[in-house]
């Protein structure tokens, strides 16, 4: 798959039509601004590449001390543990019929790709369903 | 219930769940932006001095975006992009290639994303985070 997609030579691109904001705004830090214009598809999105932004953002990279695995950062069990029964009894008042967060451990790579797949549609349904 | 539920939201959002009559003004980017309060506690605390954003963008992205100030007081940050396609999981950050998402990360990556979907559409969205159906108004 990388050999075919080449993927290690894809660069990351700039986060959108705010970019060119940010470059010259280094305070201006709004995630959820910055990819999510008004008046903008989605689909338009991370398509204003240019050279000069890529090297920008190679540089900022460069600067940055970036974690590796961000899902990697754990929480320990109790903390796990006390999440999971406060948003399960906050949404349905019956924790004790809840699966653990071990039991939600996927069973294949494919099965985990799948779960992400599903809630993704999840949200396009109901963000297009508003 | 629906106490439970605006009690949840108060606490998670920092105000109580939106009535559907308002929340029909609200835009893509306010909606994404409530649905990132939420995410971003699905972690676990977040440190002193850190903020921290996790959304689903759309339907093949979700951005975790983390920020704080080093020892000079020099504000850092890091934006994770998640790219997701039925053959595998891309992670990008700032200025470096892709990366294939496998092992641990995986599977903490899309219990991550079954946790959003089951605190924000609810909260959020008020619709059962499964079927999508409107929830009944006593559920709320």
Same mark, same amino acid.
């Given at each position: 798959?990388?050999?075919?997609?080449?993927?290690?030579?894809?660069?990351?691109?700039?986060?959108?039509?705010?970019?060119?904001?940010?470059?010259?705004?280094?305070?201006?830090?709004?995630?959820?601004?910055?990819?999510?214009?008004?008046?903008?598809?989605? *689909?338009?999105?991370?398509? +204003?590449?240019?050279?000069? #932004?890529?090297?920008? !953002?190679?540089?900022?990279? @460069?600067? /940055? %001390?970036?974690?590796?695995?961000?899902?990697?950062?754990?929480?320990?069990?109790?903390?796990?543990?006390?999440?999971?029964?406060?948003?399960?009894?906050?949404?349905?008042?019956?924790?004790?019929?809840?699966? *653990?967060?071990?039991?939600? +451990?996927?069973?294949?790579? #494919?099965?985990?790709? !799948?779960?992400?797949?599903? @809630?993704? /549609? %999840?949200?396009?349904?109901?963000?297009?369903?508003? | 219930?629906?106490?439970?539920?605006?009690?949840?939201?108060?606490?998670?959002?920092?105000?109580?769940?939106?009535?559907?009559?308002?929340?029909?003004?609200?835009?893509?980017?306010?909606?994404?932006?409530?649905?990132?309060?939420?995410?971003?506690?699905?972690?676990?605390?977040?440190?002193?001095?850190?903020?921290?954003?996790?959304?689903?963008?759309?339907?093949?992205?979700?951005?975790?975006?983390?920020?704080?100030?080093?020892?000079?007081?020099?504000?850092?940050?890091?934006?994770?992009?998640?790219?997701?396609?039925?053959?595998?999981?891309?992670?990008?950050?700032?200025?470096?290639?892709?990366?294939?998402?496998?092992?641990?990360?995986?599977?903490?990556?899309?219990?991550?994303?079954?946790?959003?979907?089951?605190?924000?559409?609810?909260?959020?969205?008020?619709?059962?985070?499964?079927?999508?159906?409107?929830?009944?108004?006593?559920?709320?």
């Amino acid at each position: 798959m990388h050999d075919t997609l080449n993927l290690e030579h894809i660069q990351a691109r700039p986060y959108g039509p705010e970019a060119e904001r940010t470059r010259f705004d280094p305070e201006f830090k709004d995630p959820v601004r910055l990819y999510v214009p008004e008046q903008r598809q989605s *689909s338009e999105m991370f398509t +204003r590449s240019t050279h000069l #932004e890529v090297v920008a !953002n190679t540089q900022k990279a @460069a600067e /940055l %001390a970036a974690p590796a695995d961000m899902f990697m950062v754990p929480q320990t069990p109790e903390e796990n543990a006390a999440n999971q029964k406060a948003y399960v009894d906050a949404l349905t008042d019956t924790p004790a019929n809840v699966e *653990s967060l071990e039991d939600r +451990r996927y069973a294949s790579p #494919e099965a985990a790709i !799948n779960e992400a797949v599903r @809630a993704g /549609l %999840a949200f396009e349904n109901v963000r297009n369903a508003e | 219930m629906k106490k439970f539920v605006n009690a949840f939201s108060k606490i998670v959002t920092g105000s109580s769940t939106v009535a559907p009559a308002s929340r029909k003004k609200l835009s893509k980017r306010d909606l994404i932006r409530m649905e990132s309060k939420i995410g971003a506690k699905l972690f676990g605390p977040i440190a002193k001095g850190h903020r921290r954003e996790f959304f689903c963008l759309d339907a093949h992205t979700w951005i975790w975006y983390e920020e704080w100030s080093d020892a000079t007081g020099r504000l850092q940050s890091v934006t994770t992009r998640y790219e997701v396609q039925p053959t595998g999981i891309l992670k990008v950050q700032d200025g470096q290639p892709y990366q294939l998402v496998e092992g641990e990360e995986l599977q903490n990556f899309a219990l991550a994303t079954r946790m959003y979907r089951e605190q924000v559409i609810p909260a959020v969205y008020h619709r059962d985070p499964v079927t999508g159906q409107p929830l009944a108004a006593g559920t709320r």
